[in-house]
């Protein structure tokens, strides 16, 4: 077994390691419009093995992985002076955020990437209150690979109440043997025709094992998210009882996890509501998609909060302004099939407009398709509408690999998922597709522009899980 596939020595390792206390200080920027958020893509060092222990090189916003937090308020616009220091060209992509077209980051349709040493300002609005994140999009299978994203977080214009607000970000890296970012292993074609490229060091918060200190007692908020290139997690917060306030940062009708276990795809988040228990402990948060492991803990110390009034049962976060009224009737229907990869039936496929066979399509790094095309910014729109129109789009999954399936611009809403309709409302910017899987997905079209539509396992992306629609 090598070290990039099946369960990772260091994950098992890491369960039974006792690293020293140190909690997670989040470097937070409240902006606003008139003071503009510098964000410098560039080279940096992480401690990503073990606390203290090898320095790796990494590539990070601001040098640091994660890079920053960035919070602001729902309805505000944030500016961003993007400048690129990375010897190759970037952008940057605010996932989750109904943004205006022209900021949505996509080298190659939506602007031009940003050379080394050039810059690009963003404005950043927000419609919706909640947990997003930015990343780059250009070469993103690479550029995450090696430790670029960051935490967005929209603040509700009236406070939530809860005693602290927490962000948990999980990432997993593939190291080598001298605990580098294995970078000799970046982009081989057996990853992107697999499950894409998948790690065997996890890190919460850009550490290998966070230890979180609260208050026993209190209600907390906390924001998961998965930025890992293509491993889906499964989490389980054994004795914290979390309760799901919202999903990809759209608020749903509170509901507990099933057996405390969370399963989060790549991109997707998830805001939990965790009334810790009223006595001091430790609650590790672990990984059991394998053998499970520690991935952080939550550790109550000291005496329990004290409360004049009881809390409230539960806590609804407010709605987001979405075109949430589905015209399902009158709806332009579109079909999305996802074909190739290893073990699939996929023979050939359009690439730049010709068809092609699979040992062509392999020499062009190209192994999935959309609808028969291995795709390219290059190609046509998959589909173009009119500005407010319901889009619905039945997902058939044809392979034998796990999607992510991202829309830009928009939220939908997952409706059915092989033929059964979903038992709560559910509204994402990714959903996660199993083999064999059909899911459809509904929203209405009311943001002009391009918008990407891609897989988010990155090698996937990039080996033809791609294509784009337009609203006008
Ligand atoms: Cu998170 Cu097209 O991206
Ligand atoms: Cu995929």
Not at 234 to 246: D, E, I, S, T
Not at 303 to 331: F, K, Q
Not at 362 to 379: L, Q, T
Request: net charge negative.
């Amino acid at each position: 077994m090598t070290t990039c596939h099946g369960p990772s020595r260091r994950f098992l390792l890491q369960s039974a390691l006792v690293a020293s206390a140190l909690p997670f200080l989040p470097r937070i920027s409240l902006a606003s419009a008139s003071a503009p958020t510098e964000l410098v893509a560039k080279p940096g060092k992480a401690s990503l093995w073990e606390e203290g222990g090898p320095l790796a090189d990494i590539w990070g916003y601001d040098g640091g992985v994660p890079g920053p937090v960035l919070r602001m308020r729902q309805g505000e616009t944030l500016r961003v002076n993007f400048r690129n220091e990375l010897d190759q060209p970037s952008t940057i992509h605010w996932h989750g955020i109904r943004i205006d077209n022209a900021y949505d980051g996509v080298a190659g349709l939506t602007q031009e990437p940003v050379e080394p040493g050039q810059t690009f300002e963003y404005l950043v609005k927000a419609p919706d209150a909640g947990t997003f994140w930015y990343h780059p999009h250009n070469r993103s299978w690479e550029q995450m690979a090696r430790g670029l994203y960051g935490v967005l977080i929209v603040e509700e214009s009236e406070p939530v109440a809860v005693d602290r607000d927490l962000v948990m970000v999980f990432d997993d890296w593939r190291l080598d043997e001298a605990r580098q970012i294995d970078v000799a292993s970046l982009g081989m074609l057996h990853d992107w025709a697999h499950a894409g490229r998948l790690g065997n060091v996890l890190t919460v918060n850009g550490q290998p094992y966070l230890k979180q200190t609260v208050t026993p007692g209190e209600r907390l908020r906390l924001r998961v998210l998965n930025t890992a290139n293509a491993r889906v997690l499964q989490l389980r917060f054994a004795g914290l009882a979390p309760v799901v306030l919202a999903l990809d940062g759209q608020p749903v009708e509170p509901y507990p996890l099933a057996d405390e276990i969370l399963e989060i795809a790549p991109a997707q988040r998830c805001d939990l509501m965790i009334d810790m228990p009223g006595e001091a402990g430790v609650f590790k948060v672990e990984e059991v998609s394998r053998d499970p492991f520690a991935a952080c803990e939550l550790r109550a110390e000291g005496e329990p909060i004290a409360r004049t009034a009881p809390l409230p049962e539960t806590l609804r976060l407010p709605g987001n302004p979405l075109a949430s009224a589905l015209d399902l009737e009158g709806a332009l229907s579109v079909d999305l099939l996802m074909e190739g990869g290893a073990m699939g039936r996929m023979g050939a496929a359009m690439l730049h407009g010709e068809r092609k066979g699979m040992r062509e399509l392999m020499e062009a790094g190209k192994v999935w398709s959309f609808n028969g095309i291995a795709g390219s910014h290059h190609d046509p729109a998959l589909f173009s509408t009119a500005l407010g129109r319901t889009v619905r789009m039945p997902i058939v999954n044809d392979t034998r690999w796990p999607h992510a399936i991202h829309l830009h611009g928009h939220h939908f809403k997952v409706l059915s998922r092989n033929g059964a309709p979903v038992a709560r409302e559910e509204w994402r910017d990714t959903v996660l597709t199993a083999p064999g899987e059909r899911v459809e997905i509904a929203f209405v079209a009311d943001n002009p522009g391009k918008w990407m539509l891609h897989c988010h396992m990155l090698e996937h992306q990039a080996a033809g899980m791609m294509s784009w629609f337009e609203v006008s």
